[in-house]
DNA sequence: TAGATTGTTAATCGATTAACAATC
DNA sequence: TAGATTGTTAATCGATTAACAATC
C-alpha cells in the first residue's frame, strides 16, 4: 500500500461517502468519473487519477464498479481494519465525541475514555468507561492501542501528548486548540476549529468593509 | 480590504495565535520572519510575503513590530468587529461550542440557539437562551444576525441550511456530517471530522502494512 | 560602517486541468 | 460499428522556496 498525501485521502474520503450513501448500492452499481466529478465539484480527470492511485480500473463506456471503488477506499483508508482509540478528557466535546455513532462505519472504536476529574471517573459516557488519568500508559500498553483523540484543555495537551507518546501511541488527533510536537514518527491531526474561523471571520469582514479599491479606475492621480 | 486565499487566511490566524501569547507582549515586542517560521515551521519568505499582502511593512534588520502585526492581522480576519452568531441544534458538539469561551477573543459572539426538542426550548446552555426553531427565521431578520453555526442531525441540515439563507445568513459554519449547497454569495465553511480521519486511518493502516515494495529491488524476475 | 533582515523577483515544485489516443 | 468513457501525457496554474539587492 502506497503513501498517500493527504489531499488525495481526503478526496478519498468525499467519495467514499459519496458513493456509500444507499442509493449507488443498487443495480447498475456503476458509476462514470463525470457523475462523481459533478456531484463533488472535482475534475472527472482528478477523480480517474485517485482511482489509478490506488489501483482501480475503470471499464470503457461504463464507468466503474461502485462496490469495487468502495472496497478499494476502504483498504487504503485502512476502514476494513478494526482500530481501537483511546479519548482524553470527557469535557464537552469529549462527550460529542464519545456519543457520536458514525465512527464503527470507518473501523474506528473508542474502548476507553480518561479525565483528571475524580466525580466522572468510575462512570460511563456513552457506554464508554471513564478511567483515570494514572491508568492511561498501562491501559494503551497492555491493549496495544495506536490512536489517541485529545480533546483535553490547552494547558495540559501538550503535556498529555508526551505521556501518550511514552506510551506508545502512533497518532494523536488533537481536538485542544494548541498546536502539538511530537517525534516524526507520530502523526498528529489538528481540528483547531480556528482556522475555519479565519475563513468565516474574512469573509463578513469582507462584506462590511470592501476593497476601497486602491488600484481601479476613477481616482486619477 | 483585499479578498485573501485561505491557505493564507489560516497562516494568518497561525501567526496570530503566536504572536498574541502573552510573552511576546512584553519588550522590544518586535520578531523576525525566521523566529516566526522557526516557531510555526514555515518558510521564513511566506511569512514576510504573507505580512507584505496585509500592507505590512518590516524594518530592516529589526523585524516586525508584535503589536502592528496583530492589529493587521485583527483588522484583516474581522476580530476588531462584533460579530454575532446563532447556533443551530443544541446536541453535543454545540453544547460544546457554546461553552467554549474563546470564541469572544475572535469578535465572535453566539447570542441565540435554536433547537427543535421541547424539552429544551426555553432553557439555557453556557448562558445562551435556547429557542424554538419557529422563532429563527424572525430572530436572525429582526437582529441583521449574518453568520449561522450549524450543529444538527445530518438529516436536517441542509433543510436547515436553505431557511437559514433564506432569513439573510451570509455564512454557515457546518459541523453536520453534510455535504451543503448554498448559493455563491452565502461562504459555506464545512468542518467534517472524516476527512480529518481518513488521514488518521490511512497513517494507522500504512504502519500495520505497509508497501510490499513492488517496485523495490530484491525481487528479480 | 558592517551586518542582519527585509521586500521582491526568479526558479522550483506540486497540483490541477486540458487534450486525445486507446478501449470497450 | 459508432460513440462514450477511460488512462495517460502534456500544459497550465498556483503556491512555495531560493536568491539577492535594498535598507536600516
Redesign the pocket.
Known amino acids: 500500500m502506497a503513501k498517500l498525501?493527504r489531499?488525495?485521502l481526503e478526496r478519498l474520503m468525499r467519495y467514499y461517502r459519496f458513493l456509500s450513501e444507499s442509493s449507488f448500492k443498487k443495480p447498475p452499481q456503476t458509476?462514470?468519473?463525470?457523475q462523481i466529478a459533478e456531484a463533488l465539484d472535482?475534475?472527472?480527470?482528478?477523480v480517474?487519477?485517485d482511482?489509478?492511485t490506488i489501483g482501480?480500473?475503470?471499464?470503457?463506456?461504463?464507468?466503474?464498479d461502485v462496490c469495487e471503488v468502495c472496497r478499494a477506499i476502504r483498504f487504503n483508508l485502512g476502514f476494513d481494519q478494526r482500530q481501537e482509540a483511546v479519548l482524553i478528557g470527557t469535557g464537552h466535546l469529549g462527550t460529542a465525541l464519545l456519543a457520536y455513532s458514525g465512527f464503527a462505519s470507518y473501523g474506528l472504536h473508542i474502548v476507553a475514555a480518561f479525565d483528571s476529574d475524580s466525580d466522572k471517573v468510575g462512570g460511563e459516557i456513552a457506554g464508554c468507561a471513564v478511567k483515570p488519568m494514572r491508568a492511561m500508559k498501562p491501559y494503551i500498553k497492555r491493549r496495544g492501542i495506536r490512536l489517541a483523540i485529545l480533546t483535553a484543555p490547552h494547558e495540559v495537551a501538550q503535556k498529555l501528548a508526551d505521556r501518550l507518546v511514552s506510551a506508545g501511541i502512533k497518532a494523536i488527533w488533537n481536538f485542544a486548540p494548541t498546536r502539538l510536537t511530537a517525534p516524526p514518527d507520530v502523526l498528529v491531526r489538528d481540528e483547531h476549529i480556528s482556522l475555519g474561523l479565519s475563513v468565516i471571520a474574512h469573509h463578513l469582514a469582507q462584506a462590511t468593509r470592501p476593497d476601497r479599491g486602491q488600484d481601479t479606475e476613477g481616482r486619477a492621480p
Chains 1, 2 share one sequence.
Do not use: H, M, N, Y
Open positions: 498525501r489531499v488525495v458509476i462514470t468519473s463525470a472535482i475534475d472527472p480527470t482528478q480517474r487519477k482511482f489509478g482501480l480500473l475503470g471499464i470503457g463506456r461504463v464507468g466503474f
